[in-house]
């Protein structure tokens, strides 16, 4: 069992930036994959980036060149980097790692509100 808490979100007014991070409670060297996913409201869950073992990320169309994906293995964290946010990146978060490919956990979602 994984345990994940996610923590960095808040209010922000569009243009500016939020790093999110997602604690794990166990060594994340070893997991498949780690990513974010995130709910707006009235939306299904979507994928918004993972990163691989070898630490190659991977975005949506929707946040390639503003987000960022990495990992610290020294802290067992992930972190979302989210620079010039726009209305529409107003949703809860969440982080979703992989030890393995069969077993996945998920973090419990912290939300961001991009407002003026």
């Known amino acids: 069992q994984v345990q994940l808490v996610e923590s960095g979100g808040g209010l922000v007014q569009p243009g500016g930036s939020l790093r999110l991070s997602c604690a794990a409670s166990?060594?994340?060297?070893?997991?498949?994959?780690m990513g974010w996913y995130r709910q707006a409201p009235g939306k299904q869950r979507e994928w918004v980036g993972s990163?691989?073992?070898?630490?190659?990320?991977d975005y949506a169309d929707s946040v390639k060149g503003r987000f960022s994906i990495s990992r610290d293995g020294a802290k067992n964290t992930l972190y979302l980097q989210m620079n010039s946010l726009k209305f529409e990146d107003t949703a809860v978060y969440y982080c979703?790692?992989?030890?393995?490919?069969?077993?996945?956990?998920w973090g419990q979602g912290t939300k961001v509100t991009v407002s003026s």
């Open positions: 979703r790692v992989w030890p393995t490919k069969a077993t996945s956990y």
């Open positions: 166990g060594s994340i060297f070893s997991f498949n994959a």
């Open positions: 990163i691989n073992s070898d630490d190659n990320p």
